[in-house]
């Protein structure tokens, strides 16, 4: 008998959670001063959308997407060009909070775990001192 176990990103709902979770981030990048100069298409985000919504898909257990089309995801080779401090890293990681906590009836276990990975890669991006 095959006991596989679901994947976080079946438990969740699949592709539609991390899209929803992602468009409620994005709500609050479009309007945070400290955050949006971090951005090259400040005025449409849709493509830094579709990126960070197809990472976390794959991320959590759903198709591997991100890497097919962009390659292995190198977050901080990624990230590297842009000057992330603190004030960055805490701004990323407010806006990435309360898009999980206003999440619909997301288990506390799961919100636990989305909190604890997104704090360790708000992290793990800090390339400058500030």
């Known amino acids: 008998m095959d006991e596989r176990q679901i994947t976080i990103y ?22 945070d001063p400290i955050l949006l100069p971090l951005y090259p298409e400040q005025d449409d985000l849709t493509g830094a959308r579709e990126r960070l919504t197809l990472f976390l898909c794959q991320y ?17 080779m990624r ?18 909070t309360e898009a999980v906590d206003a999440a619909d009836d997301l ?19 800090v390339n400058t001192a500030g």
């Open 60 to 76: 959590w257990g759903g198709p591997t997407t991100y890497s097919d089309t962009r390659g292995h995801p190198r977050l901080r």
């Open 107 to 125: 288990h506390p276990e799961l919100a636990a775990r989305f909190h604890q990975y997104f704090a360790m890669a708000a992290d793990h991006l």
């Open 10 to 31: 079946e438990a969740v709902g699949g592709h539609r959670f991390f899209a929803d979770l992602v468009d409620r981030f994005y709500a609050g990048v479009a309007d």
């Open 79 to 96: 990230h590297h060009p842009f000057a992330i401090g603190p004030a960055e890293r805490d701004a990323w990681l407010a806006h990435m």
